[in-house]
């Protein structure tokens, strides 16, 4: 059973940068879609970002294509989120997420395995 495990999440101003770290254990992650979700207060969970096992292909909402980026280390069963140029409705709760395969990455049902979310605050 693969435990996930976020962090980096904290407060940021409007324009600025943070970088959230997944670590997983249990297993490795290289057998793993890996992915992030967010849900803000009210809102359903909506996809961010996804990356293949290898890390050759990465898919992002469009909300955030251009200012995220997706990365993992294998060896390291690690999997990242580089926020840049943040904005307030950037808040919210980050989850990391993981699955067999790669089909439908963006649909929250199809994930096996979640984390427990990070809390990222964006002031205007």
């Known amino acids: 059973q693969v435990q996930l495990v976020e962090s980096g999440g904290g407060l940021a101003q409007a324009g600025g940068s943070l970088r959230l770290s997944c670590a997983a254990s249990g297993g490795t992650i290289s057998s793993y879609g890996m992915s992030w979700f967010r849900q803000a207060p009210g809102k359903e969970r909506e996809f961010v970002a996804a990356?293949?096992?290898?890390?050759?292909?990465?898919y992002y909402a469009d909300s955030v294509k251009g200012r995220f980026s997706i990365s993992r280390d294998n060896a390291g069963n690690m999997v990242d989120l580089q926020m840049k140029s943040l904005v307030p409705e950037d808040t919210a709760v980050y989850y990391c997420a993981g699955k067999v395969g790669w089909g439908a990455p963006a649909v929250v049902g199809t994930y096996n395995y979640w984390g427990q979310g990070t809390q990222v605050t964006v002031s205007s």
């Open positions: 990356i293949t096992r290898s890390g050759g292909t990465s």
